[in-house]
């Protein structure tokens, strides 16, 4: 099987890999809404990650959003979904990061500085969000829809088209913070992965012009 290509630069992974040995003060697991594309359910998720990460010392639930998500008006607003989050702020259970567009720095930056980060796909056939929480040594919550498990070392929940399975999601946010397990890929795993894509891809080539 052809490895997924890493997705972060590898001088920005060798500048941002180092960070994470320290940062264990607070536990912080992270959720991006995404402009709520169809093929992510986060409100299906967020009672379950607000209940679970509240129980959890020294964690955080930070969500970031979109400004289009929040704003009456906005091409991916969800009134639902402000509610719910302006109301969960309020009481301090989880911070709301808005913003725009990140640049790439920004979007390696922040999802370096999560522990976790909650995949709320539904649907989907693989992710390079994934890839690049890996290459920034963020465990990843993978759900159980398309082959992001296949992808590499994930921490799984059941999550799909029809199904949400609320107890799998828990047991997965807590593993990630009783066991801070090492699922990402490091520089040099990434430079032999990285060559053997190489390699197969010329292997192809070779066989379609011969």
């Known amino acids: 099987m052809v490895p997924h290509p890493h997705v972060v630069e590898l001088h920005a992974m060798a500048a941002l890999q180092p960070e994470k040995v320290d940062r264990h003060r607070t536990f912080r697991v992270g959720l991006h809404v995404e402009s709520l594309r169809a093929d992510m359910d986060p409100l299906r998720l967020l009672p379950t990650l607000v209940e679970t990460v509240a129980r959890l010392d020294g964690a955080v639930l930070q969500v970031n959003v979109p400004c289009d998500v929040l704003e009456a008006g906005g091409a991916g607003y969800d009134a639902d979904v402000a509610a719910y989050l302006a109301h969960e702020q309020v009481r301090g259970r989880l911070e709301l990061h808005v913003h725009d567009h990140l640049s ?99 292997r192809i080539y070779r066989a379609l012009v011969t």
């Open 104 to 202: 790439d720095g920004e979007l390696w930056s922040y999802l370096a500085s999560l522990d976790a980060c909650v995949l709320p796909h539904r649907s989907g056939t693989h992710s390079g969000w994934l890839e690049a929480c890996r290459d920034l040594q963020t465990t990843v919550v993978a759900p159980s829809c398309g082959y992001f498990s296949e992808q590499g070392p994930v921490l799984g929940y059941l999550h799909d088209e029809e199904r949400f399975d609320p107890d799998s999601l828990r047991a997965a946010v807590t593993t990630a913070y009783a066991e801070r397990p090492q699922l990402g890929a490091d520089v040099e795993e990434r430079r032999r992965q990285r060559a053997l894509i190489e390699e197969a891809h010329h």
